[in-house]
């Protein structure tokens, strides 16, 4: 019996599983899920709505003069999978779409948006044991997690299962263009100069290259065992 909140940060490239990893190890620890990915591409389609993107052009003083304008919020459907909403619409599926993750490395390199974000997760999660997935977890939002986990796999791994994901919602996207943008998001994600991604000194990294889904989920699985015992 957990006697107090626990923190799970799993930090990771794009399109390497950590939030089916996440998410996972939420419903089997019994812990909320918080997917801070979204949160950002929330914010992403807000600016690309609000034509305060043009290009790979932020319109920075526009967009923090309505900052607080933007609403996030996570409710659960049916099957208990957390639906992303922005100001009270339901975005899960444009959030994921290849236009907001184009623009997505752009919005999240702001100091200024990622502030606004982090805030908002160290909130959501007050007073509760959860798995939060993102770049900056174990480094930033959560420095004194329980459980670091930094989740990687090869490229072309990352690409296929992006495209096998759009592929089964109907969005002909080329295996190129999604292994383009997954190597232009490494690329800004890991250099920005705010909270670049990276794996946190006492993290435990998982390659999950050659691992599938329930493999993945054990071996996490055991880690947040020894922790817990530990504690
Ligand atoms: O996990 P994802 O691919 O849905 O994240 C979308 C983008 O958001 C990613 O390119 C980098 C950014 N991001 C971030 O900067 N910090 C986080 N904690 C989570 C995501």
Request: charged share 30%.
């Amino acid at each position: 019996m957990l006697t107090r909140p626990v923190k799970i940060a799993v930090d990771g490239f794009s399109s390497c599983g950590k939030s089916t990893l996440a998410r996972e190890l939420s419903r089997k620890l019994g812990f909320i899920y918080i997917d801070s990915g979204a949160m950002y591409r929330a914010v992403t389609l807000f600016a690309i709505r609000n034509k305060l993107i043009e290009g790979d052009v932020v319109d920075e003083t526009k967009l923090f003069s309505r900052l607080d304008e933007i609403e996030i919020n996570f409710e659960l459907d049916s099957d208990n999978n957390p639906l992303t909403f922005l100001n009270g619409e339901n975005v899960e599926d444009e959030i994921r779409h290849i236009t907001v993750s184009s623009k997505v490395s752009f919005i999240s390199a702001i100091p200024e948006v990622r502030l606004k974000m982090v805030l908002l997760q160290r909130a959501m999660s007050e007073n509760k044991s959860v798995v939060m997935d993102g770049r900056d977890i174990g480094t930033v939002v959560f420095p004194d997690a329980d459980l670091k986990i930094f989740v990687t796999a090869a490229i072309d791994v990352r690409a296929q299962r992006r495209y096998d994901e759009l592929a089964a919602k109907n969005q002909t996207v080329s295996f190129d263009t999604i292994k383009n943008n997954l190597a232009e998001r490494d690329y800004i994600d890991q250099n920005r100069a705010d909270s670049p991604l990276k794996k946190a000194e006492d993290a435990v990294l998982i390659d999950n290259s050659d691992l599938n889904r329930e493999q993945q989920l054990e071996l996490a699985l055991s880690l947040v065992k020894k922790v817990l015992n530990e504690g």
